[in-house]
């Protein structure tokens, strides 16, 4: 089913517009079935700035990513928060300065999404693709496995305005052509079913980044590199790598709000 919708008011950080979205189906003038939900209207891209540079785009404006990496757990009851929980953290989250959320280890809950949706918050949404070995990025069970995540990704995430990108690895070997061939089936089923920026993370220390099919790349550090001039140099020769990418930043270390033992 395929709709036109004419000059729509776009979704933004600062103005999440949705509209609502009703299909029913009825016989005889009598409804049956009824789907509701939301929907917005946005574009995300990579495209040159002022200054010559490729830059990430809302709405073929710049954009600046602030985001926080977002684990769900909580203590005692894993991965079960109730809606209060998820209310919480997107309101923490907002407070706190943030523009975006990079879902790590896990899908996120629908109803995450849909509070990331009316509350104008980006979501990125990793693969569980962390340190493979290079052996098992040629094992059909890695391979199908990680190709059904990114489908069922695709179907439940496509719709949504907060979502912007896939990312398909991260600390995987850069000069493999077993990682090089990974990336590109993931890739390719995303290309093909999706309208969303792909990226991949490399860590601060790589000697080489293959670069050239994804959109944009996160650099990572970790806490052998102390803020100073030896961070922001090695944050400079990783960027020379790609210099032809937007580059984000991951720095820092997980927290749990809610332990208590230090």
């Not at 830059?55 to 990513?65: D, F, M, W």
Request: charge should be neutral.
């Amino acid at each position: 089913l395929d709709l036109a919708v004419t000059s729509p008011k776009l979704w933004s950080l600062e103005s999440p517009y949705l509209y609502l979205l009703k299909i029913r189906i009825s016989i005889g003038g009598q409804i049956i079935d009824e789907y509701i939900s939301t929907a917005g209207f946005r574009t995300f891209a990579v495209q040159k700035n002022n200054s010559g540079q490729m830059a990430l785009t809302v709405n073929n404006s710049p954009i600046v990513i602030h985001a926080v990496e977002y684990v769900e757990n909580k203590g005692e009851f894993g991965r079960s928060l109730t809606y209060k929980d998820y209310e919480n953290d997107v309101s923490l989250i907002k407070k706190l300065g943030a523009n975006a959320i990079r879902i790590r280890y896990g899908s996120p809950h629908p109803y995450l999404v849909e509070l990331c949706n009316r509350n104008g918050l980006f979501l990125m949404i990793d693969m569980p693709a962390y340190d493979l070995p290079d052996k098992f990025l040629i094992s059909d069970e890695v391979n199908v496995r990680l190709l059904n995540i990114a489908a069922q990704s695709i179907i439940e995430y496509e719709k949504s305005p907060s979502v912007i990108a896939w990312g398909v690895g991260e600390g995987l070997s850069e000069s493999s052509e077993n990682s090089l061939r990974f990336h590109e089936k993931l890739l390719g089923e995303f290309r093909k079913n999706s309208s969303k920026l792909c990226y991949k993370t490399v860590r601060f220390g790589s000697k080489d980044i293959k670069s050239d099919n994804f959109d944009f790349i996160i650099a990572k550090s970790d806490s052998r590199w102390s803020p100073g001039s030896e961070f922001g140099n090695e944050l400079h020769r990783i960027t020379s790598l790609f210099s032809n990418k937007p580059c984000i930043l991951s720095f820092g270390k997980l927290i749990q709000p809610y332990n208590n033992n230090g």
